[in-house]
């Protein structure tokens, strides 16, 4: 079987840089997505990682470790905006998403 | 990039009645469309897959009855609820894939359920 563990909840400080980490067990896997969702609103999508190491896209990284089975975002430069949830999700061997129960990430001034 | 809209954004509905949601991928063929529900403060969950011209796939525990999935089209896929009770009120989410190697699902805006 498949299964996703990440941080219910995270604090962080405007300006600062955070990691929000996800680690995975599976069978199968055709890689590693992050996606933002606000409150209310439907995910978007963040990045996606396949191969080992860092994809990095503006303020937004993210890391893939197949072996560990371990991924990170990297958030830098904090903004209030970026308060949300985080959701790391793998993609099985049938191309389906299996999602993480997501991260909350709180932005302090 | 590929968009996805969803119709209605929100619907509130007695007891009782069936409301219709509509999926629609707007600038890509969705080969294969996904419907979500997410209660309040948790995580999404799969209801069903849909590929175009074949009957949905529906997750354990999911009632295929209840939840009607049509996915007629490569642009536009269903999801009726039927018999619709308060505890059905959610959030439903669908999302369509291109059918492209990266497998990225692209999501519609949501629409938020409430039955009364």
């Known amino acids: 079987g498949q299964n996703i563990d990440q941080p219910t909840e995270m604090t962080a400080t405007e300006g600062a840089i955070v990691q929000i980490n996800c680690t995975y067990q599976?069978?199968?896997?055709?890689?590693l997505f992050w996606y933002q969702q606000h409150a209310g609103e439907a995910p978007t999508f963040l990045s996606y990682n396949v191969l080992d190491g860092l994809e990095e896209k503006g303020r937004f990284s993210s890391f893939l470790s197949r072996s560990k089975g371990y991924s990170y975002l990297l958030l830098k430069e904090l903004q209030m905006k970026d308060s949300a949830s985080y959701l790391c999700a793998l993609m099985d061997s049938n191309y389906q998403l299996i999602w993480g129960a997501g991260t909350k990430l709180i932005i302090k001034p | 990039g590929a968009v996805v809209s969803q119709h209605p954004s929100w619907v509130i509905c007695k007891s009782g009645t069936s409301v219709k949601i509509e999926c629609r991928s707007l600038d890509f063929q969705a080969t294969t469309m996904f419907w979500y529900r997410q209660f309040p403060k948790q995580s999404l969950m799969l209801m069903a897959t849909?590929?175009?011209?074949?009957?949905?796939?529906?997750e354990q525990g999911v009632e295929k009855d209840k939840f009607l999935i049509n996915h007629a089209s490569l642009t536009l896929s269903t999801l009726t609820v039927t018999s619709a009770h308060p505890e059905d009120s959610s959030f439903y989410i669908c999302s369509a894939r291109d059918g492209t190697d990266s497998g990225e699902q692209f999501f519609g805006p949501g629409t938020r359920l409430t039955v009364l």
């Open positions: 599976t069978s199968g896997f055709n890689g």
């Open positions: 849909s590929n175009e011209g074949s009957k949905a796939t529906y």
